[in-house]
């Protein structure tokens, strides 16, 4: 086919509750709360295969929660939600305070290591 690499977007939810609240990285288990994390954990390996066949590099990235403007804006993610509430109400209460995510600003901003 002539490619060098394939890319897939996948998630970062792949790795579901990391143990004891310690932040994930490439080699923590897979651990999926969702169907959608296990679809995505599945094409991650079909992915793979692909790759081998066509002998091209399978580059997957884990992405986080992407935010900011979109001609589709969604309100549902949390940190929008946030921003709404904050501009709309000029108060923003939050409920936990050890809750955390991870966010991705500008996922075109981000480069992979070579």
Avoid: W
Avoid at 12 to 33: D, K, R, W
Avoid at 43 to 60: V, W, Y
Avoid at 68 to 91: H, K, T, W, Y
Wanted: glycine share 6%.
């Amino acid at each position: 086919f002539g490619f060098e690499k394939l890319l897939f977007a996948s998630t970062y939810s792949v790795y579901g509750i990391a143990p004891n609240g310690e932040p994930v990285n490439e080699e923590t288990p897979l651990n999926p709360q969702s169907l959608y994390a296990e679809s995505k954990i599945a094409a991650e390996g079909f992915i793979k295969i692909a790759a081998q066949e066509i002998h091209c590099a399978p580059l997957i990235f884990r992405l986080a929660t992407l935010f900011g403007v979109s001609p589709r804006m969604r309100f549902d993610l949390i940190i929008n939600q946030f921003v709404l509430e904050a501009f709309s109400q000029s108060e923003l209460l939050i409920f936990h305070g050890d809750y955390s995510r991870s966010f991705v600003p500008n996922v075109i901003a981000f480069r992979p290591c070579e």
